[in-house]
Nanobody, 115 residues
Framework: QIQVVESGGNLVPAGGSLKLSCTAFGNLFGFYPMGWFRQTPGNEREMVAVQSRGTLRIYADSVKGRFSIWADYAKQTVDLQMDSLKPEDTGVYYC?????????WGRGTQVTVSP
């Protein structure tokens, strides 16, 4: 069983920065996909950034150039550095870990960007 725990959500003004952290607990090995997703009320959960195959990083178009994902497979962590935040970045951010065909989710952390 894999447990995923996120932290770092907060209220920040537009233009500010925030770092989200995620830790996976369990017996993991290799270069499995780890990523960040966000969800707003009434909308589906969407991909923000994913790191897989060790160093392949994929970003949603809306965050390219502003967000950076960094996975540490030895520590089983994945961080999301968010800069130049915009009000439309507001949402609940979830960490997702893909392991042996199953995606494990954390409970989410709220990010609110004020205008």
């Amino acid at each position: 069983q894999i447990q995923v725990v996120e932290s770092g959500g907060n209220l920040v003004p537009a233009g500010g920065s925030l770092k989200l952290s995620c830790t996976a607990f369990g017996n993991l090995f290799g270069f499995y996909p780890m990523g960040w997703f966000r969800q707003t009320p009434g909308n589906e959960r969407e991909m923000v950034a994913v790191q897989s195959r060790g160093t392949l990083r994929i970003y949603a178009d809306s965050v390219k150039g502003r967000f950076s994902i960094w996975a540490d497979y030895a520590k089983q962590t994945v961080d999301l550095q968010m800069d130049s935040l915009k009000p439309e970045d507001t949402g609940v951010y979830y960490c997702g870990i893909d392991w042996r065909g199953t995606r494990f989710w954390g409970r989410g952390t709220q990010v609110t960007v004020s205008p």
